[in-house]
């Protein structure tokens, strides 16, 4: 069955203390996989799109990177305007336009 | 930039009512989504068109259906309001990316809530 999951759940973290948030897949033929930003009570933000291993993206302080299992949203010095939850999607060669979400991680920045 | 706009932020019903809500889209998109939102529970698609008047069913099409008489324009209608069917609702619009690989652009969604 094709599955995506992120962890941790939630996560806190201090102003400038580095981390990173995980989505692991297990589906047949990626197309693409997707990281969202959505605050409390509005809707997913579009950040990046990533096709093939090896393949990154950045913006300000997030990167996102993928491998064959798994993709990885760093995010670097990370300020309180940056908490939200963090969801990941993917697309695959079966599956039309249908994407497949985890349930996202909660992040909180304390200043 | 993209633009997808919902017809209402939050949203007030009866069990029994019909609900329509609406999604416009200004990018000539040819897809559009509807997408619940529960917590624990993650986005779960509703229903989808891929063109003016072709509508599929996605994971949890029971007790809604859709309108699509416009390419900018995907309804979403409740036909008798249950008090299961509050929730978060968002429409999504997509774009052609990579090899098939469409990304989505959602609205702000509608909260409903039906008493």
């Known amino acids: 069955e094709d599955q995506v999951t992120q962890s941790p759940e939630a996560l806190r973290l201090q102003e400038g203390e580095s981390s990173s948030l995980n989505c692991s897949y297990t589906?047949?033929?990626?197309?693409?996989l997707f990281w969202y930003r959505q605050d409390p009570g509005k809707g997913p933000e579009f950040l990046f799109t990533?096709?093939?291993a090896g393949e990154e993206k950045e913006k300000e302080r997030l990167k996102a990177t993928l491998t064959k299992k798994e993709s990885f949203l760093h995010i670097t010095a990370p300020k309180p305007e940056d908490s939200a939850t963090y969801l990941c999607?993917?697309?695959?060669?079966?599956?039309?336009?249908?994407?497949?979400f985890g349930t996202g991680t909660r992040l909180k920045v304390l200043a | 930039d993209v633009k997808v706009t919902q017809s209402s932020r939050y949203l007030v019903k009866r069990t029994g009512e019909k609900v329509f809500l609406e999604c416009v889209q200004d990018?000539?998109?040819?897809?559009m989504f509807w997408y619940r939102q529960d917590p624990g529970l993650g986005l779960r698609l509703i229903y989808f068109?891929?063109?003016?008047?072709?509508?599929e069913k996605g994971d949890i099409p029971e007790g809604y259906s859709v309108s699509r008489e416009k390419k900018e324009r995907f309804s979403l209608i409740l036909e008798s309001a249950s008090t299961n069917q509050t929730s978060m609702y968002l429409c999504?619009?997509?774009?052609?990316?990579?090899?098939?690989?469409?990304?989505?652009?959602f609205g702000p969604g509608t909260r409903l809530t039906v008493l």
């Open positions: 999504a619009s997509s774009s052609p990316g990579t090899g098939g690989a469409d990304t989505q652009y």
């Open positions: 589906v047949s033929g990626l197309r693409g």
């Open positions: 990533l096709y093939s």
């Open positions: 999607a993917v697309t695959i060669a079966s599956g039309t336009y249908k994407y497949i």
């Open positions: 990018m000539d998109h040819e897809n």
């Open positions: 068109s891929y063109d003016v008047k072709m509508k």
